[in-house]
């Protein structure tokens, strides 16, 4: 992806990109091929403009700038519930879809909030978002390379 196009959405979205991030999909590759995109965990990593795959209901421009409610090590009662109390909130607002999991479940990068740059990933059920072990998207992505390498068949 050039950076002027990087520049575009972010101006768009009212964000800055995580500097590993935005590097990667400079740099490295920016989707790819297919409903889910290129090479990366699970069913592959989404295009950039496909970031609206976690949200609920209708994309908003404004929605990757609102603060991600989560937090790392913080145990939720009901995460909907807390996260999004109002009919119109959006859980996974300040998040930008990485990669599908399958079944429903999503890999997010987060954008805004007190856990920017880390990755999340969805969850069914009260307990709310899990935090991975990686402090950034690059951590992440490279413990997947590993992963891949090692032979193994699963990654989480």
Do not use: N
Request: hydrophobic share 35%.
């Amino acid at each position: 992806m050039s950076e002027d196009a990087v520049v575009v959405f972010e101006r768009r979205h009212g964000v800055r990109l995580p500097a590993d991030y935005r590097g990667f999909i400079t740099t490295v590759g920016h989707g790819g091929p297919g409903r889910f995109g290129g090479a990366g965990a699970f069913y592959g990593l989404f295009s950039i403009d496909d970031w609206e795959w976690a949200l609920l209901g209708d994309p908003d421009v404004t929605m990757l700038a609102r603060p991600f409610p989560a937090e790392p090590d913080r145990v939720y009662d009901d995460w909907l519930a807390e996260a999004a109390p109002g009919e119109d909130d959006e859980p996974d607002r300040g998040t930008l879809a990485l990669s599908h999991q399958g079944c429903g479940d999503l890999s997010l990068l987060v954008l805004t909030g007190p856990a920017r740059g880390r990755v999340v990933e969805t969850c069914p059920g009260k307990q709310g978002p899990r935090f991975t072990e990686d402090p950034d998207f690059l951590s992440w992505y490279e413990r997947w390379l590993d992963t891949v390498l090692a032979g193994e068949r699963h990654f989480r």
